[in-house]
């Protein structure tokens, strides 16, 4: 019983050591929402495909990400980070925007592959 519960682990962890370096592998970006109503950088250029946008709401109001064409939305709080992950294969400008602060907008930008 006991080799078959310690074959049940290593197979386990075979089976997920290629996701956990898949995953360590997305590239990441930052969009930062600032205490003057701004995001930074307002237009944000990534390369087509599977990646990792880290929101960091240095403001001390809450905020929210919000994107109509990309169907994604995320609230944070105040001093609050989280992220979102998104797969574009198709290069073009998606607009977002602070939902609480509708006057707040930038640029996501996906370029095509290299």
């Known amino acids: 019983m006991r080799a078959w519960l310690t074959l049940a682990v290593f197979l386990a962890a075979g089976w997920l050591a290629p996701v956990s370096a898949a995953r360590a592998e997305m590239p990441t970006y930052t969009l930062t929402f600032k205490a003057n109503g701004t995001f930074e950088p307002a237009r944000l250029e990534v390369?087509?495909?599977?990646?990792?946008?880290v929101l960091v709401n240095e403001s001390t109001e809450a905020v929210e990400f919000e994107s109509l064409p990309l169907r994604k939305e995320k609230v944070l709080g105040p001093g609050v980070t989280s992220f979102v992950v998104l797969t574009l294969s198709r290069p073009g400008e998606y607009p977002f925007f602070d939902d609480f602060h509708p006057q707040v907008k930038g640029t996501l930008v996906v370029l095509p592959k290299p």
């Open 47 to 53: 390369p087509a495909g599977r990646f990792k946008v």
